[in-house]
């Protein structure tokens, strides 16, 4: 695996970001940061080239991935016509965390869509990606740059310790922003669905075009998910977590009763309730939910270098961004107390 630890403000990064796009034009597999988290990306028009992405994450054949575009024109040159509110949501949101599924012209390789006739595409907000994906000047297909079943990476390091060695390359420009990934909305209706909640949340979205729905799978287990995806255990970190909804003291009672048992507990809380709690190891989420959401992966990896055999975090209100972050968590989660 080839490795760029690329700045913005160096001349250098012209040339590093050429080497990286001449990688994924030969048919190759390159990870790079976006403004959510990493992605693994492939020329998305090369059906070879795709494949490595799937064999390189362990990821199921019929999860279909996100092509990338640095304009709206390229996104317009491989979708079919699309309902108006989508150039609506395009003016407002992208570039941005937001994917539009959108029906396909065939011009992506057919396993980027897993056989469907829809396409998930965006326009990621990063200086990187947009750089990248102007110079290859192709979509690239790119899902999170993590082993499937694994949170996804925020940082590049989760991305070595995930796939070193199984990709051509690593694009390393620090930290993500966002930290949690884009929101995925399903434009082949007359009413947008949100399938996944992500970067930019339904209240924005709704003051830009009114009433959206969300995909019913969200708040009902016995609903079938409408993106492949969110079918599947993710964001699982190797040690097991709990979600407890309540005060601290409910948490603080829940985690000895667990340590009485012998066993080491570790506490993913907010900066404000980490000093009102006694455990076995810490990792602080932050101030507010915009750094929850930044912290939030790095958090479900950190456990398992701390010989902890429980983690316990605290629960989110689901407005704004805490949407999105309470999905994975709720995912990541073997109990919900
Ligand atoms: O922020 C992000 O979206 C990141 C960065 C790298 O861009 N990418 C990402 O990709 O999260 P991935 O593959 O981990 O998640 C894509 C989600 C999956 O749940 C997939 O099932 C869904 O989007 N999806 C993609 N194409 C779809 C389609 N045509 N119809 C329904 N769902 C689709
Ligand atoms: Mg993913």
Not at 76 to 82: A, E, G, L, Q, S
Not at 131 to 142: E, G, R, T
Not at 159 to 170: F, T, Y
Not at 258 to 283: H, M, P, S, T, W
Request: net charge neutral; aromatic share 6%; proline share 7%.
């Amino acid at each position: 695996t080839k490795y760029w630890k690329v700045n913005i403000n160096e001349q250098r990064i012209n040339k590093q970001l050429t080497e990286a796009a001449t990688l994924l034009l030969r048919g190759e597999t390159v990870a790079f940061p976006t403004e959510t988290v990493y992605g693994l990306g492939a020329d998305a028009t090369n059906e070879k080239a795709v494949k490595k992405i799937f064999q390189a994450k362990g990821r199921p054949q019929d999860n279909p991935l996100i092509a990338h575009v640095a304009t709206k024109q390229q996104l317009v040159d491989i979708v079919d016509k699309y309902n108006e509110y989508v150039d609506k949501l395009i003016e407002a949101f992208s570039p941005g965390p937001i994917t539009y599924i959108l029906p396909s012209n065939g011009t992506c390789a057919a396993n980027v869509t897993a056989g469907l006739s829809s396409i998930g595409v965006r326009i990621p907000d990063h200086p990187i990606a947009l750089k990248i994906l102007q110079i290859a000047n192709i979509p690239v297909a790119a899902p999170s740059a993590n082993l499937s079943g694994k949170p996804s990476p925020s940082k590049a390091n989760h991305v070595w310790e995930d796939l070193q060695g199984k990709i051509a390359g690593l694009v390393d420009a620090g930290p993500t922003g966002v930290g949690v990934e884009s929101t995925v909305i399903d434009c082949t209706g007359p009413i947008p669905v949100i399938l996944r909640p992500g970067g930019i949340s339904k209240s924005e979205i709704e003051a830009v075009i009114g009433p959206v729905q969300m995909d019913p799978s969200l708040h009902n287990d016995s609903e079938k998910p409408k993106a492949p995806g969110m079918k599947y255990t993710h964001y699982s970190p190797e040690v097991p977590l709990w979600l407890v909804d309540g005060p601290v003291d409910k948490l603080q009672q829940i985690v000895c009763e667990v340590r009485e048992q012998g066993k080491r507990v570790g506490v993913l809380l907010q900066n404000k309730y980490l000093e009102q709690i006694e455990a076995d190891a810490y990792f602080s989420l932050g101030e507010n939910m915009s750094e929850v959401a930044m912290n939030l992966y790095e958090g479900l990896r950190h456990f398992k270098k701390e010989n902890i055999d429980l983690i316990v975090c605290e629960t989110f209100p689901e407005i704004g961004i805490g949407q999105a972050v309470m999905n994975r968590l709720r995912k990541a989660a073997s109990k919900i107390i």
